[in-house]
């Protein structure tokens, strides 16, 4: 590897969330990283368990010199890394990847190991570092940056509450009838609350959850409006989050915080949002909308930060 090539390459999907845990790694990391974007061809709908570029449209970027470390995410990466590392970079690799072989550092969340999958790739193997959640970009430092930028949210009355609505785990347009019982709910119990919601909730869900919450103190942000997002401030003045259950993504950025964190499902969640939710109740970390307002005693999680060095304590950057 010659001295001016990258330590680091993050292989990118063209997911905007499951990118976001293999560069919110690369972030925490320091020293710069390349970002490789990955764009899939029709090969890449196949489990592809060998070392191969079979899966990609353009491979212009896969090119020595060899960065030390590539760091990706999602089954349709896996082949990728796995090709990179017949090549000796070392690979980290963000959610599941069965057979782990290739893969030096495995990082998934404990929401996806399942007893069958445990069987295979035990948790205590050296190559799995099991987590809470998905790794992802906020740091605690951006969450102080946030609260600090935002004075004039001291001024809403207590408990402030921040609620965090997604929609459909696929698809857009939450049904507005679960918005305004959401946002019903959530201020019968909030001294204010500060809301927002994203490209899933739709406009229609978001005008049930302005009316729901009319008759308390609120901010309401809405997706697409234009602005600046809020939701960091948001989350870092709340005395409590409300977080819907759609969101891996939202539940993990969660635990950065030191609020209780009530889970509220909004139905059709499937089989790993479901033990997303259980993995979060089990840890003491969230506990289901129905607990709401008790609040209850979390330490805040800083997950990628501790996969970050994981990595430094393995030598892997030279």
Excluded at 56 to 84: C, E, H, K, N, Y
Excluded at 162 to 167: K, Y
Excluded at 203 to 229: F, M, S
Excluded at 290 to 316: C, K, Q, Y
Aim: a positive charge; aromatic letters at 4%; glycine letters at 12%.
């Amino acid at each position: 590897m010659s001295p001016e090539s990258p330590i680091v390459w993050v292989l990118a999907d063209p997911r905007a969330g499951t990118a976001a845990q293999a560069l919110g790694i690369a972030a925490r990391l320091g020293g710069g990283h390349q970002v490789i974007p990955l764009e899939w061809g029709p090969l890449a709908r196949l489990p592809l368990p060998v070392p191969t570029l079979a899966g990609l449209r353009d491979r212009a970027g896969f090119v020595p010199p060899w960065p030390q470390l590539a760091i990706s995410a999602g089954r349709r990466s896996a082949p990728v890394a796995r090709w990179l590392a017949a090549r000796g970079v070392r690979i980290v690799h963000c959610m599941r990847a069965w057979p782990a072989t290739g893969i030096d550092l495995m990082v998934i969340g404990r929401h996806d190991l399942s007893p069958a999958r445990l069987r295979r790739d035990p948790a205590e193997a050296p190559n799995i570092l099991p987590i809470l959640g998905a790794t992802h970009g906020l740091t605690p430092d951006r969450l102080g940056e946030a609260r600090a930028a935002a004075p004039e949210l001291a001024a809403l009355p207590s408990p402030r509450i921040a609620l965090l609505v997604g929609g459909k785990v696929r698809g857009e347009g939450l049904d507005p009838a679960l918005a305004a019982g959401l946002g019903a709910q959530v201020a019968g119990f909030a001294g204010s609350v500060m809301a927002t919601t994203s490209r899933r909730t739709g406009e229609a869900a978001a005008d049930a959850l302005a009316a729901a919450l009319a008759p308390v103190p609120h901010r309401l942000h809405r997706w697409g409006r234009g602005g600046a997002n809020p939701l960091l401030a948001f989350m870092a003045w709340a005395d409590a989050l409300v977080v819907t259950g759609d969101s891996i993504s939202m539940l993990s950025e969660s635990l950065v915080t030191a609020a209780p964190i009530f889970i509220a499902p909004l139905g059709g969640e499937g089989p790993r949002h479901l033990a997303m939710h259980e993995s979060l109740y089990a840890a003491g970390q969230a506990r289901p909308i129905s607990a709401a307002p008790a609040p209850f005693p979390r330490r805040p999680l800083d997950e990628t930060g501790r996969v970050a060095a994981e990595i430094r304590a393995r030598g892997w950057l030279g």
